[in-house]
């Protein structure tokens, strides 16, 4: 059988796991909810639900796959930003894993460390973080600090989540620099933690893990890890990266002046670069890419693929998102959702709707409010420079109307990926560089070009 890489998704939505060989192709896929316990207005994964989760998530690769786990040659992963837990000295969790959407800290955005701290023009040079909220790392510590003062005086160590993985298969208390970066704490360029910023949470240097690149070989898995998950003794694991680069990566934004989008839980737009940080004034987020020396400009919105599952929640029938992509077809396109509206707004226009409307006309109306939030992205981080391509990525692109509309948008070719699972595809292909393999197929180099949609055809029926 042919060797291959196990590669996890840590999502915020769903857990994707899958076995990937050295072709790139998915041997087996499997696919679980995200164990969250959302609480008013806490959002938390138990450490022993995430090991339980994976643990079955790694047997159910097993019982697919005809060689079970034997072939493994490396474990990788990729990850979400700014969720982390605190341990005690003897690696014990203080703390669950507080989600990044997870809004305690709401309250702790506002006080006047912070404030200051995110208009210093310092801070978001260093870190290429624009702004700071209460979704961030850093926020949540401050929170944690002042409500949970006993946790907090007993913590010797911070684990970000990919790291709490990374440490539980080998040991290594180690990070990737995409997650520092959007942590409010790494100076990105100087490749260190900030002594000054670490000190406006009450975080010493010694709780935080070293920082390496994505796809740098960590260690071989511990024996007694092995044993749990059913991987080979000599699999070797590798440093995982930020969900939305690989997921960029995965869908041949590797060079610099490339661009991607992800319409998913949200709309995430990525251009490749050699500057650091993004320009001032575009709202972008920026982080190092795997290769030293280049970086990834990024920006969020919550626009997104959101709307439509909360519309279709708004159905009595709850028709899956195949039969909603169906109902567009022949639409005349006579409704509007204005992208600039808060979520709060688009969401009582859809629930009004949802008794009122032709299903076609919302679901058409919310694929181009989201064309046009992605245009509002591309065109930021694209600046004075042509619009050539964008790489799509996330659920959305399954559509292929909805890819045609954003083409439409953009005035620019739109290209389906050419695999189900372009991030798993994007932080696999970090793990074969490692490992020497030459062979595994990314899309620059796959023939895709026949799905390529370009702007000016007529709409795909």
Not at 8 to 34: E, N, Q, W
Not at 172 to 200: M, N, P
Request: aromatic fraction near 8%; proline fraction near 6%; charged fraction near 20%.
């Amino acid at each position: 059988m042919p060797e291959s890489i196990l590669a996890i998704d840590f999502g915020t939505s769903y857990f994707k796991s899958a076995l990937l060989d050295s072709k790139g192709m998915l041997r087996c896929v499997d696919r679980v909810p995200t164990p969250l316990i959302r609480s008013g207005d806490r959002s938390e994964i138990s450490p022993e639900t995430f090991r339980a989760t994976v643990r079955a998530s790694i047997r159910s690769l097993a019982d697919q796959s005809l060689s079970g786990l034997g072939e493994v040659r490396a474990v990788t992963f990729c990850t979400q930003a700014n969720t982390f837990l605190l341990l005690d000295g003897k690696d014990r969790p203080l703390t669950s894993l507080i989600v990044w959407n997870d809004e305690r800290a709401a309250a702790v955005a506002s006080d006047p460390v912070l404030a200051s701290l995110a208009k210093d023009p310092q801070h978001q040079r260093g870190t290429g973080i624009p702004r700071i909220n209460h979704h961030f790392a850093f926020t949540k510590l401050r929170w944690l600090a002042e409500h949970q003062p006993d946790a907090y005086a007993r913590a010797q160590r911070l684990c970000f989540l990919g790291d709490y993985f990374t440490q539980w298969l080998t040991g290594a208390h180690v990070t990737d620099g995409s997650v520092a970066g959007l942590s409010g704490l790494f100076a990105v360029e100087d490749w260190k933690w900030s002594d000054e910023w670490c000190g406006h949470t009450g975080v010493t240097r010694t709780w935080l893990p070293e920082v390496i690149r994505s796809g740098t070989a960590v260690g071989t898995i511990r024996p007694d890890a092995a044993a749990e998950l059913g991987l080979p003794v000599d699999c070797l694991v590798t440093m995982g990266i930020l969900d939305q680069y690989a997921g960029a990566i995965g869908v041949g934004n590797s060079q610099p002046g490339g661009l991607s989008e992800t319409t998913g839980t949200v709309l995430a737009t990525v251009r490749c670069s050699r500057d650091f940080p993004a320009p001032v004034g575009t709202d972008a987020f920026s982080g190092p890419a795997a290769k030293a020396g280049e970086y990834y400009h990024m920006m969020f919105g919550g626009v997104s693929a959101s709307l439509l599952e909360y519309y279709r929640q708004q159905l009595p029938d709850r028709p899956d998102f195949d039969q909603l992509d169906l109902t567009a077809a022949g639409s005349r396109n006579q409704l509007h959702l204005d992208h600039r509206c808060s979520p709060e707004q688009l969401r009582s226009i859809l629930r009004d709707w949802a008794a009122r409307q032709s299903r076609g006309e919302v679901v058409s109306a919310i694929y181009q409010c989201v064309a046009d939030a992605l245009a509002a992205q591309v065109n930021a981080l694209a600046g004075a420079l042509p619009v050539e391509l964008v790489r799509s990525a996330g659920g959305a692109s399954r559509s292929r109307r909805w890819l045609q509309i954003k083409a439409r948008t953009l005035r620019s070719p739109v290209l389906a990926p050419n695999t189900d699972e372009p991030t798993l595809l994007g932080v696999a292909s970090l793990a074969a560089q490692t490992l020497g393999w030459d062979s595994l197929v990314l899309p620059e180099t796959s023939d895709v070009s026949a799905r390529t949609l370009w702007p000016n055809r007529p709409a795909i029926q």
